[in-house]
């Protein structure tokens, strides 16, 4: 369960993992788009997805699917009224690279709404 901690920097829930392996499997494919994911809605600005192949292009390496080590480095946060995530991506030569997805997170009740924010290497 997210905690509404905001004292610092916390791991990603592993209830989160998995529908954030789809959205960067998404953004591998080429596919982002507003759907939903295992009960959660995702969305992303139409505007701001062609700024997130870009960013991923022009890193120098391609995509790979998160590692369990992608968990170690990523984190989120409480911010009062949502969660910030920032998730390393990774790379088919780096592994675990520098380059992270950063969302948004809400909780609807029932379920969870993830706004993907961008891309880029903080």
């Keep these: 369960m997210p905690e509404r901690n905001e004292k610092g920097e916390l791991p990603i829930p592993v209830e989160w993992r998995s529908i ?3 959205i960067v499997e998404d953004i591998r494919n ?3 788009r507003c759907r939903e994911v295992l009960g ?3 969305k ?3 505007a701001g997805v062609d700024y997130i192949y870009r960013n991923v292009e022009s890193y120098g390496d391609l995509l790979t699917r998160l590692s369990s080590k992608a968990w170690e480095r990523s984190c989120y946060t409480w911010m009062g009224g949502h969660w910030e995530l920032i998730v390393d991506l990774c790379t088919v030569t780096e592994g675990v ?3 992270a997805l950063f969302l948004d ?3 609807l009740g029932k379920n969870y ?3 993907v924010k961008s ?3 903080p």
Excluded: G, H, Q, W
């Design 20 to 22: 954030i392996y789809e």
């Design 105 to 107: 997170v809400r909780d």
């Design 40 to 42: 959660c809605e995702i």
């Design 119 to 121: 891309a880029f290497v």
């Design 113 to 115: 709404c993830f706004t």
């Design 30 to 32: 080429r596919d982002l």
């Design 97 to 99: 690279s520098d380059l």
């Design 44 to 46: 992303v600005d139409p």
